[in-house]
């Protein structure tokens, strides 16, 4: 490789594998950086910042995700629509118990970089509350 030239992934050179993470019993912050790091190919040794080199991620048991310390009753996620008075937040233990897959969700998104690669890398990440997905023949 010509190290003077800039490194151009194509698309069909790119060889997604599958990968099938159980996050029972798992710290959801540690988890999520072993997902964001999957989702962006950070581990392949073609890895380029500004490709979209990365695998498919499936969580299964997102219900039994652990958060450290006190998080699930003290962590805010807050969201704002712009109106007067739009601005509502919710407890970790609310997001959990209405979707359990949220939890991963946003934790991953939030380790993600913050441009337009993330919407694609976030497209590769499927979520199940329970151990049942439709994705083991490509594993």
Do not use: C
Request: charged residues 25%; positive net charge; glycine residues 8%.
């Amino acid at each position: 490789m010509d190290m003077n030239k800039a490194f151009y992934l194509p698309k069909e050179d790119s060889a997604p594998k599958w990968h099938i993470i159980d996050a029972k019993g798992k710290i959801l912050g540690r988890l999520a950086t072993q997902i964001a790091d999957l989702l962006s190919g950070k581990g392949k040794t073609d890895f380029a910042p500004h490709t979209d080199n990365g695998d498919y991620v499936v969580i299964i048991n997102s219900k039994k995700v652990v958060l450290s310390g006190n998080k699930m009753d003290q962590k805010i996620y807050t969201r704002v629509s712009g109106w007067i008075g739009g601005k509502k937040e919710l407890l970790a233990k609310t997001v959990h118990e209405k979707d359990p897959t949220q939890l991963v969700h946003f934790a991953v998104k939030g380790m993600l970089p913050k441009n337009k690669l993330a919407a694609k890398m976030l497209t590769r990440l499927r979520v199940y509350a329970g151990e049942e997905h439709p994705h083991s023949h490509h594993a």
